[in-house]
């Protein structure tokens, strides 16, 4: 293999800082390429990166069981909590999924279904098609992660990363190490981690506008926390060149839900603001909870303010794109366009790099796989995996790096695994299960999304 050369690496926060390689066998590390984060100064001199209106693909439920099945059955609906609601209610009775390797296996079956409805609706191989033209599919956790790192200042993060037919895939890297550390949480984390939880059950119902009313609960409370349980959303949206598919959680809608992403909410816990300290604080987390529901179209984001044992004090209702101006020129500003312009960096750095790669390996029998470590307030590496590092990957399981093998046999079906130049193929707006009706927002446009 040959040392690589970025050649599209856009201005001007690029600055990599590439070692050359020595090994060419799939069992060997073979190359390193660093990337440092941009400047946060200031985003005018950035040629602005647009972020396309996310579009649903569908929706699914994880049953408590943690089967997951395509209804709504894990659905929930915003009602206002009670007041003073205590976020500690029931926490003896959490049922806490257990943690374990954050896979793509459950956005993998909603790709499937996607390609599958494609299909029939407008021919066969019009799914393989539509699948080719993605860059990137993830979880949303994943993508926040990414947008969000030149402002991190204290958690470090691994991918793992493979590509298909010029599609990247791109998981979290846990060891089993951080699992069970994970696992085994100081009894405050875990009182604290519950809150978040707790603060989503006060604040669903099962019906539209009607507080839960559950014998021998207080009235208002959503039922007890299940962590197994979850209503996902899967949509498609284009960053700059890149077009993505990102699956994540959404914890409840307003009103009825009529099968579009424009009444999504997102809730969010945080401290009582008692000072400037505080205040500046919560507009840097602001970041995060901007980010998580910009990617997957959640317009609103609902915030709980507590108490430090647990007690809401009030609610506040956020606009998702009206955040960036409100924490605009104040001392903890962040800048979205800073973080678009780096995802875009990002996104075509690991496309070249991983193309060329398939390229220059022909023919190859199984696709390399790599590891992207982030560094808090330095930038990203990006390693080849040698063989034990890949078996890390597999876990002991039937999949090919770390997408199963009925997905990796889906998605190589036919064509190099290099290519990725095919046409922009349209796919119908999938059908909602249940009520048929398309997800694409009315009016929606390539920068509908833009801030
Ligand atoms: P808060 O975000 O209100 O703290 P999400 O908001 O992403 O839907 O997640 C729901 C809750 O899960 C969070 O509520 C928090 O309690 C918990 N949670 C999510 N990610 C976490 C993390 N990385 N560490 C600890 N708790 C987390
Ligand atoms: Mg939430």
């Known amino acids: 293999?040959?040392?690589?050369?970025?050649?599209?690496?856009?201005e001007p926060h690029d600055r990599p800082a590439k070692r050359?390689?020595?090994?060419?066998?799939r069992d060997s590390p073979v190359s390193t390429t660093s990337l440092t984060y941009p400047s946060?100064?200031?985003?005018?001199?950035l040629r602005p990166v647009p972020f396309?209106?996310?579009?649903?693909l569908l929706t699914f439920s994880y049953t408590p069981k943690r089967v997951l099945e395509f209804t709504h059955s894990a659905l929930r609906y915003y009602i206002d909590p009670p007041p003073g609601a205590d976020l500690r209610y029931g926490y003896e009775r959490w049922i806490k999924r257990p943690e374990e390797k954050s896979r793509l296996d459950g956005l993998l079956r909603a790709i499937e279904r996607v390609m599958e409805k494609a299909d029939t609706s407008m021919g066969?191989?019009?799914?393989?098609?539509?699948?080719?033209?993605m860059s990137v599919i993830t979880w949303r956790g994943v993508m926040t992660k990414i947008l969000t790192a030149p402002y991190e200042e204290r958690d470090g993060c691994e991918l793992n990363a493979m590509c298909i037919n010029g599609t990247i895939y791109l998981e979290e890297h846990h060891t089993d190490a951080r699992l069970a550390e994970k696992e085994d949480l100081a009894p405050r984390q875990r009182q604290q981690t519950y809150y978040g939880y707790s603060f989503e059950s006060w604040c669903t119902s099962s019906k539209p506008g009607i507080p839960e009313r559950i014998a021998g609960q207080p009235i208002g409370w959503g039922g007890d926390v299940d962590t197994n349980v979850q209503w996902c959303s899967v949509i498609k949206t284009k960053l700059g060149d890149n077009r993505l598919v990102i699956g994540g959680e959404v914890d409840c809608v307003r009103g009825d839900y009529k099968g579009r992403t424009d009444t999504f909410v997102e809730l969010k816990t945080s401290m009582s603001i008692r000072g400037p300290e505080d205040e500046a604080r919560f507009e840097k987390k602001l970041l995060k909870f901007y980010m998580q529901s910009f990617l997957l179209g959640v317009p609103e984001i609902v915030v709980g303010f507590r108490t430090p044992a647990g007690r809401i004090t009030t609610t506040q209702s956020f606009k998702t794109i009206e955040i960036p101006r409100m924490v605009r020129g104040k001392p903890s500003a962040w800048d979205p366009q800073i973080c678009l312009n780096w995802g875009q960096h990002f996104l075509s750095t690991l496309k070249s790099m991983f193309t060329k790669d398939a390229i220059s390996d022909q023919p190859v029998t199984t696709?390399?796989?790599?590891r992207i470590t982030f560094k808090p307030k330095e930038g990203v590496t990006i390693t080849s995996l040698d063989a034990d590092g890949v078996k890390e990957v597999q876990g002991g399981e039937d999949r090919v790096g770390f997408l199963p093998k009925w997905y990796y046999d889906l998605a190589s079906a036919s064509g190099p695994l290099s290519s990725s130049s095919s046409p922009v193929t349209p796919v119908p707006q999938t059908s909602h299960p249940g009520d048929g009706t398309s997800q694409r927002a009315p009016g929606s446009s390539h920068d509908g999304w833009n801030i």
């Open 1 to 10: 293999m040959s040392k690589r050369r970025l050649s599209d690496s856009p």
């Open 20 to 25: 050359p390689e020595t090994e060419s066998s």
């Open 40 to 45: 946060l100064h200031s985003s005018t001199s």
């Open 52 to 56: 396309q209106q996310p579009t649903g």
């Open 124 to 133: 066969t191989g019009t799914g393989q098609k539509w699948l080719r033209d």
């Open 367 to 370: 696709p390399r796989i790599w």
